[in-house]
Antibody, heavy 116, light 108 residues
Framework: EVQLMQSEAEVKKPGESLKISCKGSGFTFTNYWIAWVRQRPGKGLEWMGIIYPRDSDTRYSPSFQGQVIISADKSISTVYLQWRSLKASDIAIYYC?????????WGKGTTVTVSS | ETVLTQSPATLSVSPGERATLSCRASQSIGSSLAWYQQKPGQAPRLLIYGASTRATGIPARFSGSGSGTEFTLTITSLQSEDFAVYFCQQYNHWPPYTFGQGTKLEIK
């Protein structure tokens, strides 16, 4: 079965760092781009960026460039989304998705809560 | 950036009836449009890509049409499980890929 397994929910304080993960299985991970999508509470979907795990080629939405880091470890079929310093505005569910222009396989999402 | 505008924001329809959802692009995107369904507490699910091609396992009551800047998702004979939020997404001009703001389909 084609799956993207995301890491568990996180609760952090403002200013803390965080790295969440997304592990693929059931398909050749290095043949696909993997995207990250943000969904703030009660809001719509925002495309953050995309990575090609075979060579770690990464593209960011201008809205997220410099705010997050997307990386990959192809040896374990995993991509990551990282923050150096979290803000309250980062509260959201973060989805990874396999992207072939459109997104055909989605992870279940990782909820990130930022609270002092 | 290509802006997608979905209408209406909320659509109230009775089970068994037809629902028609719209998505308008700020510039031509050809047929590079996908539709997703999202139920509460779940990840989005791909319904349609290429404006009109149903994804694997999607029932035939879901259909997509349009090209250029005007697109429609039609759901015939609404079932209880179809009441959800629907998003469109364009993939012709990127980065960034962009989504519409969503249409909530609710039971009338």
């Amino acid at each position: 079965e084609v799956q993207l397994m995301q890491s568990e929910a996180e609760v952090k304080k403002p200013g803390e760092s965080l790295k969440i993960s997304c592990k693929g299985s059931g398909f050749t991970f290095t043949n696909y781009w993997i995207a990250w999508v943000r969904q703030r509470p009660g809001k719509g979907l925002e495309w953050m960026g995309i990575i090609y795990p075979r060579d770690s080629d990464t593209r960011y939405s201008p809205s997220f460039q410099g705010q997050v880091i997307i990386s990959a470890d192809k040896s374990i079929s995993t991509v990551y989304l990282q923050w150096r310093s979290l803000k309250a505005s980062d509260i959201a569910i973060y989805y990874c998705a396999r992207q072939v222009y459109y997104m055909d396989v989605w992870g279940k999402g990782t909820t990130v809560t930022v609270s002092s | 950036e290509t802006v997608l505008t979905q209408s209406p924001a909320t659509l109230s329809v009775s089970p068994g009836e037809r629902a028609t959802l719209s998505c308008r692009a700020s510039q031509s995107i050809g047929s590079s449009l996908a539709w997703y369904q999202q139920k509460p507490g779940q990840a989005p699910r791909l319904l349609i890509y290429g404006a009109s091609t149903r994804a694997t396992g999607i029932p035939a009551r879901f259909s997509g049409s349009g090209s250029g800047t005007e697109f429609t998702l039609t759901i015939t004979s609404l079932q209880s499980e179809d009441f959800a939020v629907y998003f469109c997404q364009q993939y012709n001009h990127w980065p960034p890929y962009t989504f519409g703001q969503g249409t909530k389909l609710e039971i009338k």
